[in-house]
């Protein structure tokens, strides 16, 4: 079936350093994705979408890229802080559908 | 803007007891709500989607008379687990949703940990 699975289980990255985190995505007909933020026994929090048709998407300290050729998207974290430790989910929609289908996730860690 | 609440956010109960949890939206008015369970170390798997004022549409493999869902107004969602099994202790997260269109963002709630002894 279709799916949305991330390439790395978990990540380490020093302090200030920058992280990417990765997501695959099987579904071509997905035209919306989400990245979210879990921290322990919390709910997820909303950190950047992008469009399909789109490619780059800029935040405050993060940026989200899309490949749609190969189905990829990434999470770019810049200056990786202590409080940026959590789980990474990516999530997708497709067309009018309001479900999102969330990946695997993906643990950062960042150490001091 | 756009705060979700759930209560409560830890419940312990016997098995064979139902659990009520409530999701709702603080500053916002929820077209769609959605309630989502998450085991240990796992990703959200979706269990229903529901709308305002009509019957909850379930996922495959959730039993609707098991988890019982009801959305009777634009800011409150609830989630009946009913005769609660110790395989039915989970992290239980709500989100909601304007319903105004393609990016429609969901806004998830701080989640519910249910245990089932």
Known sequence: ?????????????????????????????????????????????FIIDIRSNMDKRQGQRVTVLLNKTVKHLSLQIAA????????????????????????????????? | GAVVSQHPSRVICKSGTSVKIECRSLDFQATTMFWYRQFPKQSLML???????????????????????NHASL???TLTVTSAHPEDSSFY???????QGFADTQYFGPGTRLTVL
């Open chain 1, 1 to 45: 079936g279709e799916s949305v699975g991330l390439h790395l289980p978990t990540l380490s990255v020093q302090e200030g350093d920058n992280s990417i985190i990765n997501c695959a995505y099987s579904n071509s007909a997905s035209d919306y994705f989400i990245w979210y933020k879990q921290e322990s026994g919390k709910g997820p929090q």
């Open chain 1, 80 to 112: 990786t802080q202590p409080g940026d430790s959590a789980v990474y989910f990516c999530a997708e929609k497709t067309g009018g559908n309001e479900k999102l289908t969330f990946g695997t996730g993906t643990r950062l860690t960042i150490i001091p």
């Open chain 2, 47 to 69: 269990m229903a989607t529901s709308n305002e004022g009509s019957k909850a549409t379930y996922e495959q493999g959730v039993e609707k008379d098991k988890f019982l869902i």
């Open chain 2, 93 to 99: 997260i709500c989100s909601a949703t304007t319903g």
């Open chain 2, 75 to 77: 800011t409150l969602s």
